[in-house]
């Protein structure tokens, strides 16, 4: 198995719109080594020559990602790459397992990182553990795109799982769920009904459910509203509920990305909404929140 170093640039370089990686390996004249990212930002495949030791590489970069370096011997090394800045790598060929990266990586990144490769490699991945460090890495104060890119990641490995069985058309297969009042949830059947998933993990997770409720309340009709918080612990969740007085099934399991419910509705991403016939048929999945209103009136509501 490759060997996973982590690290994230701070020196400082005079050109803001491109990196730089350089650096010396002790016992190796010459070589050469490749550098990749997942991003599109990134958009090359690099190949880094060694020369008497020493290799340097400028790329031209606008906003931050982590490459890979990838050695002959299949061992590796991760970086964080931000324009403007370098970083400078030093090793001895003969124990690659111990190369100095300048300098050590802040502890946001170094995290982001291992949660990707938990979330990229483990085959037993714990979806619920990674979303409540991904909610302590955002209580440090970072917050990045890059970790909605994340929690996107975990529900699309969970639809993976469910594979279509929550399609449009399809009828919602059994699920139970308890409110935050007590009462249990076991069948939409009879009601039509328009489940929201929500989360307080970022502005953009919550205002969806705030729309939603304004165009329920407006409507003023049969539809019964569930919203399930993706949060990991009720107390923001409720905060929310309270302040935009949100009417309906209101549900917190507390269990985040690992709630059984994310598998019996296939999420896929977040924020996210579904709705239910009176027959337990899914007739819409994941309507844009412009589009709600109007998709609503087609169904009479």
């Known amino acids: 198995m490759a060997t996973v170093l ?25 070589g050469e080594f490749i550098c990749f990212s997942s991003s599109s930002e990134w958009g090359t495949l690099d190949t880094v020559r060694i020369v008497d030791g020493k290799f340097s590489l400028t790329h031209p970069l606008a906003d931050t990602v982590i490459l890979t370096l ?4 299949f061992m590796q090394t991760r970086i964080v790459a931000i324009p403007g800045e370098e970083v ?11 190369i100095e990266i300048t300098p050590e990586p802040p502890v946001a990144w170094a995290a982001l990182i291992a ?11 714990n979806y619920n553990r990674i979303a409540k460090s991904l909610d302590e890495i955002r209580k440090k104060g ?3 795109p890059r970790i909605r ?4 990641l975990i529900l699309n490995a969970q639809w993976q799982i469910v ?5 449009v058309g399809k009828r919602l297969p059994a699920f139970k769920a ?3 009042r007590g009462d249990t949830i076991t069948s939409l059947k009879g009601q039509w009904v328009l489940v929201t998933f929500w989360s307080t993990m970022a502005p953009e997770y919550i205002s969806p459910l705030t729309e939603t409720n304004r165009v329920i309340r407006k409507k003023q009709k049969k539809l019964s509203m569930v919203n399930i918080c993706l949060d990991a612990d009720t107390i923001d969740c409720m905060r929310v509920l309270h302040n935009d007085t949100i009417v309906g099934y209101n549900v917190c399991d507390r269990r985040s990305f690992d709630s059984p419910l994310v598998h019996a509705f296939g999420l896929r991403a977040l924020p996210s909404n579904i709705l239910v016939d009176n027959r337990g048929v899914i007739r819409e999945r994941d309507i844009p929140i412009d589009k709600l209103e109007s998709s609503l009136t087609k169904y009479g509501f």
Do not use: W
Not at 6 to 30: D, E, R, V
Not at 70 to 73: D, E, F, G, I, L
Not at 88 to 98: K, L, S, W
């Open 6 to 30: 982590c690290a994230i640039i701070t020196s400082c370089s005079s050109n803001k719109s491109s990196f730089t990686l350089s650096g010396k390996f002790k016992g190796l004249n010459q």
């Open 142 to 144: 970072y917050e990045s």
């Open 88 to 98: 400078v790598i030093r090793g001895d060929a003969a124990n690659m397992r111990e």
């Open 70 to 73: 990838q050695y002959p011997n």
């Open 163 to 167: 594979n279509g069985q929550c399609r």
């Open 178 to 180: 308890v409110t935050l």
């Open 149 to 152: 890119e994340y929690e996107n």
């Open 115 to 125: 949660l990707e490769e938990e979330i990229l490699r483990s085959e037993h991945t």
